[in-house]
């Protein structure tokens, strides 16, 4: 009945071990196993599979939650996107309609109970820059003083200029005897307001409104109304107009990336196959201008580590320049002007590979349309957009190290159905489908975690063949024979913690790929020689 008992516990054991899962402690309930079946010790049992992939991996290290996992076809990336916008002083350049003025309908210069006027309004603040402006989210508040009319009156209000309100002849009714009767009028969302230049070169608001009275109305010299008439918001989405001196703030940053902290903390370096950074610059502007690149750098945050990488372009400069087209019209940007910086151009390699991964980039951007930019389309502090994307291929190459590590919970001491044991073999099946070789280190330790040397010991995975990164690939197949003698059985007894470890790397110095497909599965069974 022991011997019964032990092997059943010695089979959870060995199902646990097979067991690959993030870095976390597992406890196990054995009590609850059954004493109730038979056991054939010469025939070899089966515990199960397991099997993890090239995704399964960097999800373990937290790559996916600062960066995007992209699978193609025939290759396997990580992205990183981020975008930067330029802001102006154009800001200040904008007008402000701070506009408020009084109309007096007086009831003996109405026609036929009717009275129309136009009005010229000068702005005087309004810079001489300007041709036009659209407006958004913009009201007009039509405030009645008093109505000294006995009856109700229309009042409707245009503006020739081009303004337009969000409901056809706009206006308001006018109750007989109205004292301080507010109302507001909303402009129409995307509506031009073209200016006008008039008098002494001033730009002017046009403005067209009409007073209509019940022709019951018996109009006497006292019969008035007095309104005032303001923008009481006005907002623009877009200015059109000529600026001189025209600057654009630069673009500097220090950014925590974060893509491979988990990296860092499980020891492991990942390499890539000529990583590329792409620049999609959108210009909304109207005119061509320069993108520059000023310095971009990437540096690792670790204590005792300073290793600042560079980018270099053509020529061995530390900069870099590059032309745009102007917006085609200001409800859109230009085509984007797409960069590509590889190892050719930045030396984007070394940005991405240096003894330890970087977690920082360090930029500065800049932008200039030149001392005459001609004509200048301001979209709503929406200038320069700078869309940048790291696309970092993997591959293994001379230092890459994959690493995974698992800590299981698995007390065997007290066991004394042990010493029945003559001998036990562990048999691991495996299929390696990725290009190198896999070392997969199993640790014994006792309950002061102290290792128990005589159980321990390091195996090899060896790597698949013919290595052609297509999807025809095919996997290695081995086996893995590990044979505990009666004399190590002893030390199996004082178990308390399994260390499982796979360490995936390469020193040929040769680059492997790395396939969307790639995968390590391990097929686990025992063989027990026992004493009867």
Known sequence: MKQRKFLKRLLLFLFT?????????????????????????????????????????????????????????????????????????NDSMLPVLDVSFPINFISNAMTNHEFTFDIDIPLDSWSDALDSVQLINSEVTILVNESKLSTNAQFELSFPNGLEFEEENAGIEIPAGARNDNHVLKLKDHSIFKLEKQQQDKYLLRISAQLKVD???????????????????????????????????PINGDANVGVFNGLEESGSLLSFSNPTLVCNVFNYIGVPGTFKIDSLQTYSESEGYDEVSEAEFEGGKKNYEKELMAAPSPNQPSAPTSITFDRNNGSIDRLFFQDKHPNHIKYNFSFDVGDDPGFLILKDNKYIDVVVEARLPLSFNSGTQLNNRDTL???LSGNSAIKNVEDLIFWIDYENRFGVN??????????????????????????????????DDQPKLGKIEIKFDKNQLSDL??????????????????????????????????????EI
């Open 493 to 530: 007894k004082k178990t308390h913690y399994i260390v499982l470890a796979t360490t995936a790397t390469t020193t040929s110095g040769i680059e492997v790929s790395i396939h969307p497909k790639d995968y390590l599965k391990l097929t686990f069974s025992f063989y027990v020689g026992a």
């Open 438 to 471: 896999i070392g997969l280190d199993i640790r014994f330790l006792d309950e002061n975690r102290r290792e128990l040397e005589s159980l321990s010991n390091v195996y090899e995975i060896k790597s698949a063949d013919a290595r052609r990164n297509t999807a």
């Open 409 to 411: 919970n698995m007390d």
């Open 215 to 249: 022709p019951s109305e018996i109009l006497t010299l006292w019969n008035n109304v007095d309104l005032t008439i303001s923008f009481s918001k006005f907002d623009m989405e877009i200015a059109w107009g000529k600026f001189n001196n025209v600057t654009f703030e």
């Open 17 to 89: 071990v097979a067991v690959f899962s993030s870095c976390v402690d597992k406890n196990y309930e054995l009590s609850n196993i059954s004493d109730e079946g038979s056991f054939a010790p010469s025939a070899p049992l089966p515990l199960g599979s397991l099997q993890k992939t090239v995704i399964d991996l960097l999800s373990d290290y937290g790559v996916g939650q600062k960066g995007i996992i992209v699978s193609t076809d025939d290759s396997i990336y990580i992205a990183y996107t981020d975008t930067f916008q330029f802001s102006s002083n």
